[in-house]
């Protein structure tokens, strides 16, 4: 009973401090929509809002606590409570009615009416006449394309598919081994494995957070411009992403085979390569494919800053507002992301 209570306090921590934040944010959120302040408005006092946030999030946290011990439902527990634990707090009435459904509506409805206000929304801006006269210009423009410039597209689009190619291949052999030691059940029974789980978490979610096109921009200073740039822009953005991905199917697998393996006697290697790898292989295998489809993507707009490929010629077009060209452009890419998307379901499809 000593290690279940010990096992089960961290997710207790955890729902407290979620629903301490959840708190903070609803009633900072009252607050200022009240006083109907701008980002602007807000800069001068930014120190006060982050302290008068962290204490409102300590109060959100004790309140949490105090629901715990009466055993009611927060949004914090849904999110972090173990199973079993949330299967003896079974409430008489529908979740919506529950404390955590209240919470969860109300989180929500914060959140859209703050990204509505903040992303500016206004559907009337769309059908100003000045406005949408401008707009159908340029489609009709568009819808013109100019296939004087087709094999130039066609050999930059083909580029494209080998920077994308070459930064999946090169990031998915350093992807699959790194994977194992970010998988908890590979790595977490040690304090050494425990620590270099967290430190390669922490820089792979750090790596991640930055967007390709921000790579490509460090790459395009430190080895010019062109597609080797691009490649590796999308590698370490790839790398991250993998890694992540591939960890997560580790900590999903059935204990049964290792078990059975490790009863023969067999070694860590031996049990990860018999009983982890057979039942991994075939969603890396797609998780591999279908990332080689988003680089695809993601390499014509890493043209924008440098990074070589269909978007280097998409970016020159559009800044001399050459409309037709920028269409026959867009048509190539629209076609070969559809072919990339075709194949790829099928070999997903296979696979399964």
Known sequence: METKAVRHQGPWVRRCLFDGFAFAYLIGFTILEGLQMDSEALLPHLSQIVWVGLGLSVVGALLSAGLAQRQVRTLGELIYAPLHIRSQHKAVTSFWASFAGIETLLVVAATVVAGWQLTEISFIRLLEADS??????LFSELAKPDWGILPKAILKIVETIY?????TAISVPIAFLLSFFMARNMVGQ???GYALYTGL????NVMRSVEPILWAIIFSIWVSFGPFAGMLALMIHSLASLSRQFSEIIEGVEDGPIEGIQSTGAGKLQTIWFAVVPQIVLPFISFTIFRWDINVRMATILGFVGGGGIGTMLIEYQGQAQWPQVGTVI??????VWVMDTFSAHVRDSLK
């Open 132 to 137: 949408f006269f401008h707009a159908m210009r």
């Open 190 to 192: 040690s304090k050494l």
């Open 163 to 167: 920077i994308a190619f070459m930064a």
């Open 201 to 204: 978490r922490i820089v792979f």
């Open 331 to 336: 048509v190539v890419i629209a076609a070969v």
